[in-house]
């Protein structure tokens, strides 16, 4: 029997690999560090399928050191003191390279066992875990180890990893057969499989293992395969993508006009589409760009209702975002930081703003008084109330104004306390 398909096509080196170009991409610092050949002691967390285990085997191969996987799941002590017992032997003359899957199911007294040896060097440790390492990895390993941050994979990254695993599966299992995949069931593939690309080509293999030939023998993986496999009927997208995006700005505008139940009928609708990587970016949007100012405190909760949903994955997902929707749908309202911030790079874009003033420029080093950088600078917190008067903006726009309290409780209270010092 054949190894899964995501073993198959697994990358061998970095450049094959889809995603994560915050860390891997050309002169990132987890490419440095591979490249560079010195490993310390690091902690990979993030969603299952987004290239942990693949990364850590690309580093093993590049590294020279014998390579143990663990899987914290089913793994015990003894397995570690089996490891510890092959130090300094013949098979690990350069040393090992632990890489221990789902760390956090291991307790404090089995992370401990590691703790000697990843301190003289002996191990190097990767760790990888789904949940935040802060939260479930011991604080002395962590506190010796590098915690780089695993991103779901985008769409169109995904179906490069397909488009790669068919021509596998083309040139392999079905050689002799002719097949032909539609775009439209990598899209659907991609779209639906939350940024998990061993979810994706898991789905892959599944179509081609279940789809039928026609009359003239050959076989057609289409959209319907696909959707079949998924078990999603997604929301149906033109090639522009302005279904899309209709439903996002359907979904925005309904949480700005403060009505929950269309808010949430939107976000299901997103959700059931495989979209919650959209819906997520789109609260977080929503909640600077419409609540803002009027209730500065929604974007923390938001915050912390995305992250939640990010770790625990669909389904459970859906209760911390509709949760997040609801609150933005019913807090009061402000646009004020928005249109303060496109104002300033409305100026800043098209007209002539002038120079930073003398006495707000930089006077920290030598010379800087000569050149009269900061000399008239009046420091606010040695005046009543830390504030007085003076110049911030360049001469030409000194009477600009950007930002106009809104017509909200905390606004109109912040307005109020400022016109009262200013008047003094």
Known sequence: MSSPLADRIRPKNLDEVVGQEHLIGQGKI??????QGEVPNMVFYGPSG???TTIANIIAQNTGKT??????????VSD??????????FITTNGVLLYLDEIQHFNKKQQQSLLEFIENGKITLIASTTENPYFYVYSAVLSRSTVFEFLPIKEEEIIKALKRAVKELKNTDYKDIEIEVEDEALEHIAYTS??????SLNALELCFLTAMPNKDGKIVIGE???VETTGKNVLKYDKNGDGHFDVLSAFQKSVRGSDPDAAIYYLAKILAAGDMLSACRRILVIAAEDIGLAYPGAIQV????VDSALQLGMPEARIPLAEAVILLATSP????AINAIDAAMQDIEQIDTGTIPQHLKDSHYDGAKKMGHGVEYKYPHIFPNHYIEQQYLPDKIKDKKYYEYGANKIEKATKEYWDKIKEN
């Open 30 to 35: 987890l490419r440095r560090i591979i490249e």
């Open 50 to 52: 987004t290239g942990k």
């Open 67 to 76: 390579l143990y996987k663990l899987n914290a799941t089913n793994a015990s």
């Open 80 to 89: 570690i003191k089996d490891i510890i017992a092959s130090l300094d032997t």
């Open 194 to 199: 939350g940024g998990d690309v061993r979810k």
């Open 224 to 226: 319907e395969n696909a």
């Open 302 to 305: 938001v915050k912390a209702c």
């Open 333 to 336: 309202k402000s646009n004020s």
